[in-house]
């Protein structure tokens, strides 16, 4: 449901969840993404877990979603350290998540090949539509193209809900189709690729 954009019924899902197991940590975590989607990042760090370091895969995930409410909140130096921390030094299987965090901020930082260099390691299949349009981000901004009308072009028919019109968006910025409001395009592009994360 949340990555369809139906985020009310997604935080009343968990909310049922939780309700019934107020300890679940999957159930928290996944409505503290929705809480940061829905603009409210202090209830969602209630729900998240709090420990001088994550100890399991769950600490981790939602280590991942404070570096995010850092990112959203324009804090790139907290967010970049703990991006760095998991890709480091979390669990193998949720460095992905990592690794799309720390080139969020590179993305906001200008640097675009370090986004190149980390997005062909992404490899979980649900983040791979994500990773794909920081790739865009990145390929259009360096001026690539045609790397950038092959990735585009992978695109058609594959997103949906929060990431639907996104790649699209990144193009017509880049091509400077609306001058007027470049800036505000790019604000909007830069929530829109934390969204797209956070609904994976």
């Not at 899902?13 to 940061?36: E, F, M, T």
């Not at 080139?103 to 190149?116: D, G, H, I, Y």
């Not at 072009?153 to 470049?182: K, W």
Request: glycine share 6%; charged share 20%.
């Amino acid at each position: 449901m949340k990555s369809l954009n139906r985020l009310e019924d997604s935080l009343l899902a968990y909310g049922v969840v939780l309700r019934q197991a107020p300890w679940n940590q999957v159930a928290r975590n996944g409505k503290a993404s929705v809480l940061i989607l829905l603009e409210k990042p202090d209830e969602a760090m209630t729900m998240l877990s709090h420990h001088e370091r994550p100890r399991t895969n769950d600490d981790w995930i939602a280590q991942h979603m404070v570096g995010m409410v850092h990112v959203r909140a324009g804090r790139l130096a907290e967010a970049q350290a703990i991006f760095q921390d998991g890709l480091e030094n979390g669990p193998p299987l949720d460095r992905d998540y990592f690794r799309l965090g720390l080139a969020t901020v590179c993305l906001r930082q200008k640097s675009f090949r370090e986004v190149l260099n980390l997005m062909p390691l992404v490899r979980m299949p649900k983040l791979v539509g994500a990773s794909r349009v920081l790739t865009l981000h990145a390929q259009c901004a360096l001026g690539q193209k045609d790397a950038a009308r092959e990735t585009h072009r992978l695109f058609h028919g594959t997103m949906s809900g929060l990431c639907m019109g996104l790649p699209d968006a990144i193009v017509s910025y880049f091509e400077g189709r609306s001058p007027a409001n470049q800036e505000i395009l790019l604000q909007q592009i830069y929530r829109q690729e934390v969204d797209c994360q956070l609904a994976a």
